[in-house]
């Protein structure tokens, strides 16, 4: 399993240990996350993913490093994800230049030097 996929499977594991806030996210303790066995089966080095969630602000904590025991207390946040951008298709056409067609066409090279020698 690649970083990314541990992070995904460690939101999974954080909605479903943890409890919904109001703004939508997710909140869990290290203890709690840490003393399950089901996400002991699922991470070989949880203090690892949860470093490179942090990074990737898809989780928040105070610290850096967590540790069993002394650090079971901390909350882990699982920031909301921003709903997708979306498009509006009309807008990005609105702001192309309109080309103009020309109007003479000249079929060779030697055609238009004669016409601007003339």
Request: proline share 6%; net charge neutral.
């Amino acid at each position: 399993m690649n970083v990314e996929e541990e992070v995904q499977r460690l939101r999974e594991e954080i909605k479903r240990l943890g409890q919904v806030q109001t703004d939508g996210s997710y909140k869990v303790t290290f203890g709690t996350l840490f003393n399950d066995d089901q996400c002991a089966n699922i991470f070989e080095a949880l203090v690892g993913t949860l470093r490179a969630a942090k990074k990737r602000k898809v989780v928040s904590y105070d610290g850096e490093l967590l540790l069993q025991g002394v650090h079971d207390n901390v909350e882990i946040t699982l920031n909301p994800t921003p709903p997708p951008p979306t498009a509006t298709p009309s807008s990005s056409a609105s702001h192309q230049p309109k080309l103009k067609k020309s109007t003479s066409s000249l079929s060779s090279s030697s055609e238009l030097r004669s016409k601007t020698q003339i």
